[in-house]
Each structure stands twice: as C-alpha cells, then as structure tokens.
C-alpha cells in the first residue's frame, strides 16, 4: 500500500465525486426549490448517455458528440418537466415518487424500444493512454480529462449561482420559495429553466462516464441513489453542500472500496476480510450518511434557515 | 407551581427570550403580555418542551423539567393551547377529546381492544365537551367547525389531559366579540380547578382574569405584579401598554 | 366487513376453480400475488395509518426471506421455527432501523431509510457463505406438519392465504384499537398529538417494528414459494415496488396493499403473457416491454386517482 497507490485512488475518488456532483447540483435544486422528490433524475442521466452514444457516432467526433448530447437532453428535460413534473409540485412526496418512479420505467422502456438494452461509446483514441503525472505515477488521461471538466463546471456553475442574478433568484427560490415569490421571481419559467441545466449536467456526467462505465439501461437508478445520498449530506438545496458531499462520497467510496479489504486483510483471517472488507467497502457511504443524519438532521449545509 | 429561572432561547442571530425569570402561583390567572415579537410564544414553546432552552431552568409542581420531553410535562399536568389553531382536524370533536383523555388515562399499547369499548374515555369527553359549548357538535369533523368552536376545541384539548396548569396561548384569537365573552366564561370556569398561564392582546380579556400579570418586551420580562401595578407602572406604559390603555 | 368476506369466499374457492380446468400456474402465482399483498399491507400501516414515508421496506421482506432461508438451509426445515426466527429478525432489523431513522423527518426520513436498506442489500450480498450475489437455491419449502404439505401448490396457496386474512384482520382490529388511534392520530398532527401527553416516538417505533416482522413473515413465505432468495429482494427497487402497490391500491385503506399487489403484479402478467393481437400487429415485440404498460397505468393512477384504486372503488360507492 504505497503513498502513489494513495495518491491513484484519491484521483479516482475525486473524479467520481466531480461527476456525482454534476448529478447532484441538478438535484439538490430541484429538491430545494419545489420541494420535489424527482427520482427520474437518473433517467436523464442514462438518456444523455444514450443520446452521446448516438451522436458521437454519427459525427465521428467524440467532443461534437457530447457537446450536442447536452442541449438535446436539456430539451428532453425540459419538456419532461412542463409535461408532467410541474403538475407534480403541489403534490405531496408519495406521488412524487410515484409518479417519478413510473417515469423511469417508461423512459427505460422507450430508450431500450430506441437503442436496445445498451449501447457502446468508446474513449477518444487520442486519451486513452497513461499520463505520467508523478514519477512513479501514471494515470489514465482520459480520467484527468474529467476531473477537468468536473472542476472547470463546479467553477462556473458557483460563479453562475453566486454572482448572477439568475442565480441568486435561484438560491432564493431554493431557501426560501415565498420570499421569492415576493420578489416577484417568475418560478415557473426560472423552474423549467433549472430543469433544463439539471438535464444537462446529467447528460454531459453520463457521457463522460459512459468510456469507463457501460451505457445501459437501467445504469440511472444505481447513480441517483447515490445523488441523493451526496444532497442528504450535503443539506438539500445547497450547491456548496451538494460539492463537498459529492467529493466526500466519491473518495470515502473509491477509497473504501480500494483500501478496507486490505486493511482488514491485516487485522483478521483471510477468510474474514475476504468477506467482510468487500460488505463493509459498499455500505460505507451509506454508513457515512446515516452517521451525517444522526449528527446534523439537515445535513451539512443546511440551505433553510 | 410554575417557576422560571434565567430562562433564554436565541435562534439564528436573534434573541428571543432573554434571561426570563416568573412565577406562576398555584390556583392563580397569571397573564403575560407584550407587543408582538416580545417572544410570548416562543416561551410558551420553552415551558411545554416543544422547544428546547439554551440556558436557565424550568421547575414545575417540584420537578425540574427543563430538559423533559413535552409528553412527559403533559403527563406531571402541565398542558398548553396554540395560538394557531392546532387540532385533529379529520376527527370528530367527540374523537379529538376522547384521543386526549385517552392520553391521559394509561398505556396506548393496547392493540386489540376496539377504542369504541371503552365507554368511560368517551363519557369524559361528553363533559369536557359541555364544559366547552361543545355538546351539539360531537358528531361533527373538527374542520367543519367555526372558527370560535375550533378555538374552543383547542382549549378543550389541553383540558381534556386533566392539567394543573394550562398554558394558554392567546386563546381569543381571531374571535368575534361574542364568542370572545364565552371564552372569557370558560376560562372563569376551569379557574378554580386549573392555575392558568395566559398569553392575550385582549386587554378587556387580560384584566377580567388575571390575579397577576407579567409583561415581556424584547424577549424581557420588564414588570410582574398585581393588574393595578402594572397598569401604573411608568415603563410599562412607555414600553407597551400605553397606547392600547389609552385607545 | 361483507365486502370483505365476499372477496374472501372468492378467493377460497380460486383453486377449486383452477384445479378443475388443471390450471395450477394460476394457483401457484395467484399465492405469489397474496404474498406481495401481505407485504404491502405491513408497509401500508406505517406509510398509510402511520404517515412515515419509509423507502427501505424491501429490507424487513429480505430479512425475513434471509432468515427463513437459511434455517432451511442448514437443515432446520420446520416452519415452526422458521418463520418465527424470519419474524423475529426482521423485526429487530426494524427496531435498529426505526430507532435512528425516526429521529428524523420528511425527506430525511424517507433517505435515512433508504440508506439502511441498501445496506442490508449489499450486506446480504457479500454472504458468501448463503450465495453471496448469486442467490440461495433452497432444496425444498419449509415443512409445516399437521398433514400439510407446503409442496403442493393449493396447500400452500391456502396457508398464505391464511396469513393475509391474518393480517387484515388484525390491521383491522389494530386501527380501531387505543394504538391505532394513536398512530393515526400522530400522522393527522404529530405535534399535538406530543403535547396531549402521547410519546410520538415510541408509538411510531412500535407500529414500524410490527410492519416490519410482517414484512418478515411475508419473505419466510416468498422464499420459500420460490424455494429461493437472492439479495434483490432487498433492492430500493423492490422497497419502491411496495410502495408502488400501497399507493397505487390506496394508502390508508384497508385493502389498499392487496389491490395494488394485485393490480401491478396482475398488470405485469397480462402484458408479458397475453398479447393483444392488434397491438402485436402493430409492434410485435411490445409484451417485452411490459413495464412500459406498467409505467404508464402508475402515472395514469397518479395523476387522476390520487387516493388509489381504493379509493375510487369508496367513492363510487359513497355516490
């Protein structure tokens, strides 16, 4: 277990929680502003990727790909929100999920009737190597091409929330939605108009992660879970929150998953840590959260006074 | 019976109740008025635990329960009201009350006998609802109710749990001139058996009741005493009570 | 009450019916569809009479469904000892659960204990030593004695049976007993119901323990109808799958767990196993795509029923 071990797994685990966080803003807005439990969410995400798939394709570009795979699922988004999800705002948690939870299944069933069950969108050829970052420390290039987009998006979309006035008619809305309203906000057109950067983020987190995990159907309902673990912590409608939980589960996550075999390895039998580090590794976020709850009932930044 | 020590809650930036400290006599009408914002509500919260105090003590009938659950106030007879209107309102009014006495009267983990046995629960509930002008409604869903039965509701409530002390937040709230008269008779009524905390804007109201009156302005308790020494106090004037005194 | 009993008498004489034109699928998913009732009809006293949105309900079902199994498999096949070990596990599961999730509200209630039960899921996963991901095969279903052979599907079919009788019964009795009204009573107005003297989390711990050992039971019973158990039966999409079917029946009513049961379950079967010639002629492939159906009817449900199918059946009624 050496230090540039460390160092390659903490990489992981930070590009992991950038995307997550791509996911998560999108969701801990929505969350915040409507009070609105969207588990369709991750259906976005998986949309984005399918539609990144198809485009990069047909350009034969990977960048024109996903650059277009962005704005037509910000469109998908938002029609999926003027359609159904804002007749879903007044109504209470249990149809919300319901209703959210019937969107996914038929989004999943019309994107396997449009794709089939998976699809393939393979890394651009010219990243697919090895960066040597360190001495003794190569990483893969196209892992590093993420971390940069997820910093260089965190960086403008905090600059978009806190120094726009769209953006803080959002995080007024998000903290507190009669104020906005007084202030005369347009919550429905601003509200669609969220969705829609949601969707996007979505899209441009499921292509980017589409070279390193599968596109296939159903791949949303795994990520969301752990979107809304990243916001529970967090503290529901903070951006700020919605970051360092994202960052926080992706590292305790890559890290557990890495380390806490090998750890156990040392302290218990074989057959033990074989059995347990694994078990452990996987609940660890989880643990993380309800350890977070138990402490700070709001979450870690908690966006409501 | 009731006693505050140094008593405060601060929220966010801002203080609600300051270094309070009162006495509320056995057997007595203890009113606490104020202008709005002075923190009346948010001390009723403190005393019947639905908020917990920063600082200071709360005694109650030889117990401290400054840290007690609310449940477990109600269960040592220290009952409240709301000033907004907080009742089952999807019951019946011969239901909501039958839910208190039942409350108050042993274990609810009870999981097979049907409620509807239990004839003695809703007897208690008939007469808390004649002590309360409730008689003629007992069949009807409390969100059907008027305004002034709902606020009757909401006293009967605190009452039905068999209280020493009931705190009683502005319960003529909102009211009529006409329902306020029977409020202010029920109050004259349960006096004798229940000391009573009462938070009111009604002056008319406040000093027909009260034995004894404190006055709380800015989260201060700033003068306790007699009706007629609080009505003369200079700082009470000036703080508060002058111009509804004079109007 | 006569509604009841006449639905009751239905579906007694179901395997009769079946029997007599040699039908015994029907029988032994008819007991599948009855198993998923008496689950959803546990989670419907703590989301429906209770008010507590719970989003990891799959993991009392999964360790009820565990524990059982795992008798079997190491040879104590009795259904005496079994279930009440299924129950009894799962029940703790609840109160270890409950115990930390009750501390919070709302949305973080409705996170707190999805989170537990992914735990669960993927603490089940990692068994190795009873299937690990790939499930448990069990060798047989569990062996009740009295001349009752679980085997045979119309025996078994009438011991679950049994069991949902058992439990709307006792949902029945339990609403209108002091408990129930409690229960109720704290979903309707969980503040005054603290400040009459009721201790709100202690009655919302015991309703979630009791859903959750009936939810035990209802796994014992699952696993052994499938005489298997694998660590998807813990799935969030499993615990929303149960909450699917409280809403979709009614939240709050009595039946409201066993119609949703029925009505999805029942959904899924018609879609996938009987094409309509017209729209198979149109899109040929179309029962592969059950769920689409099954997506659209929730959303329908949602959107222009919002008290359940229950819910629709009173109100005609009441009109």
Known sequence: MSWILILEQSLNGLQFGLMLFLLAAGLTLVFGIMDMINLAHGSLYMLGAFIASTLVQATGSFVAGVLLAIPATAILGMVLEISVLRTLYARDHLSQVLATFALILIINELTRLAWGSDAALPMPQALSGPVELLPGLRYPAYRLVIIAVGVLVAVLLFILVTKTRVGMRVRAGASNREMALAMGVDIKTLFTLVFGAGAALCALAGAMLAPLFAVQVGMGENILILAFVVIVIGGIGSIRGALVGAVLVGIVDTIGRAFLPILFGIFFQPRVASAAGPAIASVLIYLLMAVVLFLRPRGLFPARG | ?247 | MKRSIAVFIVLLGFPLAMSAIDNLFYVSFASRVIIYAIAATSLNLVLGYGGMISFGHAAFVGAGAYAASICIAEGVASAWLGWPAAIAASALAAWLIGAVSLRTRGVYFIMITLAFAQMAFYLVNSMKAYGGDEGLPLPQRAELGLGLDLGNEVVFYYVVLFFLALSLYGLHRVMQSRFGRVVIAIRENEARAEAIGLPVYRYQLACFVIAGAVAGLAGALLASHGKYVNPNVLHWVQSGTLMIMVILGGVGQLWGGAIGAFVLLGLEHVISDYPLPWLAAVAPNYPQHANLGVGLVMLAVVLFAPHGIAGLLSRRRGA
Do not use: C
């Open chain 2, 1 to 247: 019976m009731l006693e505050l020590r140094r008593v405060s809650k601060r929220f966010v930036g801002v203080v609600a109740t300051d270094d309070v400290s009162l006495e509320v006599r056995s057997g007595e009408v203890h009113a606490l008025i104020g202008p709005n914002g002075a923190g009346k509500t948010t001390l009723i919260s403190q005393i019947s635990g639905s908020l917990p105090s920063d600082r200071g003590e709360i005694r109650f009938d030889g117990h401290d329960i400054t840290r007690a659950r609310p449940y477990e106030r109600v269960k040592l007879g220290l009952a409240r009201s709301y000033q907004v209107t907080s009742i089952f309102k999807r019951f019946t009014v011969l239901d909501n009350l039958a839910l208190a006495v039942q409350a108050r009267s042993g274990s609810s983990f009870s999981f097979w006998r049907p409620v509807a046995a239990e004839g003695s629960l809703f007897d208690e509930a008939r007469s808390v609802a004649g002590e309360i002008g409730l008689s003629q409604k007992l069949s009807s869903i409390a969100a059907t109710l008027a305004h002034g039965e709902q606020r009757a509701l909401e006293v009967g409530l605190a009452l039905a749990t068999r209280p020493k002390l009931v705190l009683l937040d502005e319960p003529l709230a909102g009211m009529g001139p006409e329902e306020a008269q029977r409020m202010i008779a029920l109050i004259d009524r349960v006096r004798s058996r229940v000391t009573v905390l009462l938070v009111e804007h009604d002056m008319d109201a406040v000093f027909r009741l009260a034995n004894r009156i404190s006055v709380l302005v800015n989260g201060r308790v700033i003068a306790s005493g007699a009706p007629e020494a609080i009505k003369a106090d200079e700082q009470v004037r000036k703080a508060y009570l002058g111009d509804e005194v004079a109007a």
